[in-house]
């Protein structure tokens, strides 16, 4: 028979059945031109982002759809390099590239320098 601390120690090693990561895009920020007031909002945005995962994996649903509305979220802020923050193209636009691959099936799909779309990659197609 397992002890009390045993198993509160089996059941917290039990629980961590996803992980999520995240990051902002590509490029460079040189920590000698981050103040700390934008570093705080950047790791306040991406705290955000993964606190919209955690709960939404917490709920049920499906991790295409976390994915999707985590990118959503991060596609909204202009602080990363994607959606309303993505770095502009020599001729003054913004060209999106994304991709997004469903785990179970190992279905995929992809767009590349698209800049008529709010969000490059729904994970379901609007109806």
Do not use: C, W
Request: glycine share 10%; charged share 25%; proline share 3%.
């Amino acid at each position: 028979m397992m002890s009390d601390k045993e198993s509160s120690s089996a059941n917290e090693a039990k629980t961590a059945e996803y992980a999520l990561v995240s990051h902002g895009g590509a490029g460079t920020i040189l920590k000698k031109d981050m103040s700390e007031e934008r570093e705080i909002a950047y790791r306040q945005a991406l705290n955000e982002a993964l606190d919209i995962g955690e709960g939404m994996l917490k709920a049920g649903s499906e991790s295409i759809d976390v994915v999707e509305k985590v990118i959503h979220y991060m596609e909204d802020s202009p602080l990363f390099n994607a959606g309303k923050g993505a770095v502009f193209s020599h001729e003054g636009k913004n060209e999106l590239d994304a991709s997004i691959m469903r785990g179970s099936d190992m279905n995929a799909g992809a767009v590349g320098g698209v800049s008529n779309v709010r969000y490059p990659i729904p994970a379901q197609p609007e109806r």
